[in-house]
């Protein structure tokens, strides 16, 4: 059950300001006995309620009586001041994990081959952009089939965020895709990926027929390769994230000679 203590306060604030609501105003004796906040700590609770702006207080005569803010405005408040703490906490992660960044540096690459797999379009999917959102120099996507190991139109809009992210950071991208590849996306789809990443000096897109692999070449060093399902060759079955220089380096050869014959893509 939600409760004041969600939003900032302690049990005794909590106690204190819903008596308050009940009395109307009163002193602290008084509420120390209402609230059954011991008297000894009646005046600490006091002064945190006034520190959340939730009491406001009459000093001119004697005793001293207190009045609670009414809860549409008390409620803002809290609100409020926990969005700020949670902004604040934000940025203090933020700045832990760009001091992390900087400090766990992976090393260079080992020339190791080493190999893991996803099965299922979600895992297929989640795979794919964490690994280029590893990119750091070039990113080669090429996609010959519609089975491209994700569903394309539910998967286009975050594919195309990670390949902008990528962007921004500098790495290079090369698009090479079949016409029938295009043709599964809605025109607008098209048009709108097209256009956020067009934006970039650093990307270039080109169409060609006899493209028949679908894979993500990632700083010539890594490759993640789909695969269909044998039963149903439409279909997608999985995907293999491979580091293995040598094969990166042959199929980064194959793309270029490929890549030199496709035609540049236009709306």
């Known amino acids: 059950m939600?409760?004041?203590r969600d939003l900032g306060l302690?049990?005794?604030?909590?106690r204190a300001y819903r008596s308050l609501l009940r009395t109307g105003p009163t002193t602290a004796k008084e509420l120390s006995r209402t609230s059954e906040v011991p008297m000894g700590r009646i005046y600490d609770v006091l002064n945190g309620l006034e520190q959340h702006q939730l009491v406001r207080s009459q000093a001119a005569g004697r005793p001293k009586k207190y009045l609670a803010v009414e809860p549409e405005i008390a409620l803002d408040r809290l609100l409020d001041a926990k969005k700020k703490e949670l902004e604040a906490k934000a940025k203090q992660y933020e700045t832990v994990v760009?001091?992390?960044?900087?400090?766990?540096?992976a090393g260079t690459p080992v020339d190791e081959q080493f190999w893991t797999a996803a099965v299922g379009p979600d895992e297929t999917l989640d795979l794919l952009c964490e690994r280029i959102s590893a990119a750091e120099d070039e990113l080669i996507y090429v996609a010959g089939s519609p089975a491209s190991g994700i569903d394309l139109q539910q998967a286009s809009s975050r594919l195309t965020t990670q390949l902008e992210d990528a962007?921004?950071?500098g790495v290079d991208i090369e698009l090479l895709i079949t016409?029938?590849?295009v043709a599964e996306l809605p025109e607008r789809n098209v048009a709108q990926h097209h256009n956020r990443l067009g934006e970039y000096e650093n990307f270039a897109v080109r169409t060609l027929d006899t493209v028949d692999w679908t894979f993500t070449l990632?700083?010539?060093i890594?490759?993640?390769i789909a695969v269909p399902n044998p039963m149903d060759p439409t279909q997608s079955f999985a995907m293999i994230d491979l580091k293995d220089t040598a094969f990166t380096g042959d199929l980064r050869e194959e793309f270029q000679m490929q890549w030199e014959q496709a035609e540049p893509f236009e709306l």
């Open 2 to 4: 939600t409760n004041l």
């Open 10 to 14: 302690s049990e005794y604030e909590a």
């Open 98 to 105: 760009e001091t992390l960044v900087d400090e766990m540096d």
């Open 167 to 169: 962007l921004g950071r």
């Open 179 to 181: 016409p029938s590849v």
């Open 218 to 220: 990632i700083d010539r």
């Open 222 to 224: 890594e490759v993640c």
